[in-house]
Each structure stands twice: as structure tokens, then as C-alpha cells.
């Protein structure tokens, strides 16, 4: 699988934007950009994908590299409830139910009132 | 009850006992999956089952046995563990369907401590 780097963690304060890298330089021309989160004492959860356009949905925005090697998720106002890891992951085009999500360590991030 | 649940929700054993985590989707996916989330590791891909076929064993020790007796269950059966086996264990699940690529639903895990 394609490797990504992320920092190990952010701070960020209440009610302002939030803008999470991520680095996949041996990106594949089929690898899907995946972003998950954990929160804590909890599962991790699905955010958003994107393949090579930027993506929007109701919890965040992804903003993809024209070469797509690296990525941004993007929340457009931090509450404390986004504390949370964040996990930047990359799938195959065929990696369907057959292949699992291969989690590195995520980003920390710390939201401040 | 929606989407993955799993019980307990907190569980201590013995090196000796024998105990099942169980796990349940209510998505009417037809892939499931069992991590395992150690302090300070990354989580880390134990089981994956296909409509009810095991498709993935990610080298597990033969003490931690699984069973898909549907595509809405998923059990993993506990026996003679180690104290390093503390850690929690998180099910999930997900549709497959052609080559797309589906998002997993995870649910809250189960807290595991070995004595």
C-alpha cells in the first residue's frame, strides 16, 4: 500500500478553520484519498474521499493536489467535538470490502474553547 | 439499534478464561471486519470476512478465533490470552459491490484487559 505522512498533531482554536496535510507522494493513478477520525473512547469514523477533484459533504472539505500528492481535509469551523485523530488513508480502485484500511498513526488535533 | 454495535462494551479476563466479543451491523452490509487498537500502535487489521467467507487472517494467533454465522454477526471467540493482548478490539463493516470503493462503519469497540 501507498504510504502518507501526517503530522503527528494540531491545535487549532473554537469556531475558526482547521486545515489537516497530508503527503502521498507514491500515490497510485487509482489509489481513492480516504479521511477517517477517531474520536475518543470511540470507533473511528468516515469523513470523506476524493480521487482527483476537491470533495465537499457535510463535515468537511477535501482539497487535492493537482499532482495528488498530497491532500488537505479541511474543516471550515472547528467545534470541540472535532477533537479527534485524524487518518489520512489510501485505497485502490479495487480495494473494495475484500481489502481493509491500512491506518497509520494520524494527526492529533487538540481544538481549544 | 442502528449501525455496528458491539458488546461488552468492557471486558477482564484471565489468562485461562475463554470469553466471545460479539458484534452486529444493521446496514445490510455484507462485509465485516475485526481491528485490533493497542496503546500507543496503530490500529491494526485482524479478520476480514466476505458474505460469511474469511477472505483475511492478518497472521492472528490461533487464540483469537473468529465466526461469521451471517453477514449481520460477527463474533471473536478468546482463549488462553496474554496480558500484551489488552487493547481494543474494533468491528466494522461494509458493502461490497463491484470495484468502488465503500466507506467502513466502525463501531465503539470493546475494551479488552488481560490479568
Known amino acids: 500500500d501507498a504510504k502518507t505522512t501526517q503530522p503527528n498533531s494540531m491545535e487549532s482554536n473554537e469556531e475558526e478553520p482547521v486545515h489537516l496535510p497530508c503527503n502521498h507522494s507514491?500515490?497510485?493513478?487509482?489509489?481513492?484519498i480516504h479521511w477517517y477520525r477517531q474520536l475518543p473512547s470511540q470507533g473511528p469514523e468516515y469523513v470523506i474521499h476524493g480521487l482527483t477533484s476537491n470533495v465537499n459533504n457535510r463535515m468537511a472539505s477535501l482539497a487535492i493536489a493537482e499532482d495528488r500528492k498530497s491532500s488537505t481535509l479541511i474543516l471550515h469551523r472547528a467545534t470541540l467535538r472535532d477533537a479527534a485523530v485524524y487518518y489520512c488513508i489510501l485505497r485502490g480502485l479495487m480495494d473494495t470490502g475484500r481489502r481493509a484500511l491500512t491506518f497509520g498513526s494520524g494527526t492529533r488535533l487538540q481544538v481549544q474553547p | 439499534e442502528t449501525g455496528v454495535t458491539q458488546t461488552p462494551r468492557h471486558l477482564v479476563m484471565g489468562m485461562t478464561n475463554k470469553k466471545s466479543l460479539k458484534c452486529e451491523q444493521h446496514l445490510g452490509h455484507n462485509a465485516m471486519y475485526w481491528y485490533k487498537q493497542s496503546a500507543k500502535k496503530p490500529l491494526e487489521l485482524m479478520f476480514v470476512?466476505?458474505?460469511?467467507?474469511?477472505?483475511e487472517n492478518n497472521s492472528v494467533p490461533s487464540r483469537f478465533s473468529p465466526e461469521c454465522p451471517n453477514s449481520s454477526h460477527l463474533f471473536l471467540h478468546l482463549h488462553t490470552l496474554q496480558p500484551e493482548d489488552s487493547a481494543l478490539y474494533l468491528c466494522?463493516?461494509?458493502?461490497?459491490?463491484?470495484?468502488?470503493?465503500?466507506?467502513?462503519?466502525f463501531g465503539p469497540g470493546t475494551r479488552l484487559t488481560v490479568t
Open positions: 466494522a463493516s461494509s458493502q461490497v459491490s463491484g470495484g468502488s470503493s465503500y466507506e467502513q462503519y
Open positions: 507514491t500515490i497510485s493513478g487509482t489509489d481513492y
Open positions: 470476512y466476505n458474505f460469511k467467507e474469511q477472505t
